[in-house]
């Protein structure tokens, strides 16, 4: 596999996949193959299918964590100085329980060539964007499970990423929070014009976040959907489009 | 479920319990059941503290002890925790030294006592030596499985946030999210390090251990029980100051 970081070579794509596979193990046979895909800057895309088809590790692959079995990863980074070109909101938040929130935020801009003036106040701009301004002196263990997730999505954020990914982010939370912390991803999508790729196996939140969604399915899974969408849960097809979803993955599903 | 006491009733009960027992021992020495040589009462021991401490003795011995358990909890408290990270963080050092672990670690501190003379002498060193054995593996230990014991996931939340590399993982992921772990092995190693500390005494070595073996050679059995209690009243001191420290350094815990 070769992960490359180039310049902007197919138009304005941020991320190029081409015929990626992915397995855990060498001895086991591979769980997604033939995965091309490019993601256009600026575009939020999600990532849905049943569970094991490889979603999580597709995200990893993109983030650089896991090796991908066969194909090509291309991140087309912009080349500016105090920036990671990809990162990560975890599905468990994942703070570091010893840091306040502040702390955690900055985890990411540690080590960046960055004045130690820009660092604190990209932390605060950060806690800004999530409406945590005042919560900075906080340890983790004094949030709730809606807050712990917005320091995780400021975390990311932080380092000024040319993609986000999202790995189940809403996953564990109550209906309430999950649903506020849409509407508060979808603005800040709005006001960062980041590019997002957000596993999910909600394809109610998929339609209702995303502008292309694509489905995974089959074993090996493959993708089997890609389909372009109108954001929003009050757009007219929202449930047109959720069912035709889940019926294409109905078609593709086997046990 | 055990109901929960009110802090005073807990204090209150605490006290009552130790007036208790030092009733019952002062009972039992008086009684003339045990013969007064071989139990003195605990009304002797003010007495016998006084006047060990007009002559400075009491100053000299403690002093001497705490000297020798300082320096050899520091030793060991310091090489116990970076042999048992780096044994945690680095496979092939680990698979190297697992069986020499093996060899050494069931001997117990006090079996040293001979090569411990031999080598330094009947003297402070020696005494060190003992000390940072005993309180070497304990940390040794805790810290090795609390390193093992970091959420791995953690580790990879590091990966994706540029902090992968040895250093960054070991300072700001590996040794902060052992820290619980590795302060329960300090702590046991500051109670194990006392008796230790009475134990190379007892050998000779100047201190609150050799002072009791002279006076129970002489059968001052009172004089005994004032360095018995001021062993206690020492390990009361450092661990009730360590847990101070250590409530404050894991602050972040619920």
Redesign the interface.
Known sequence: MAKVNGTNVNGSAVIDLRGVAIGYGAESPPVLVDVDLSVERGSFVAIVGPSGVGKSTLLRVVAGLHTARAGAVTIHETKKPGHRPVSLVFQDARLLPWRRVAKNVRFGLEGLPISTAEREERVAAALRLVRLDDYGRRWPYELSGGQRQRVGIARALAVDPDILLMDEPFGALDAITRHSLQDELLRIHRETGKTVLFVTHDLEEAVHLADRIIVLGGSPARIVQDVRNEPGRESGGFREQVEQLRSGIADNYSI | MRQPLKLHSSIALSALGVGAFLLAWEALARSGIVPSGLLPSPSAVPGAFLTEFRSGTWQAMVFASLSHYLSGLALGTVLGITFGTAAATWGIWDAFQAWVVRMLRPIPSIAWIPFAIIWFGVSKSAATFLIALTVFWINYYATYSAVRGVDK??I??G?????GGLI?RLF??VL??A?PGILAGVRAGLGQGWMTVVAAELFGISGLGARMSDASGLLATHIVVLYMVTIAALYGVCDFLFMQVQQRVL????
């Open positions: 996931d953690l990879e939340l990966h994706a946030f540029g902090q960054p700001k992921i902060p999210g820290l602050a972040w815990q619920k």
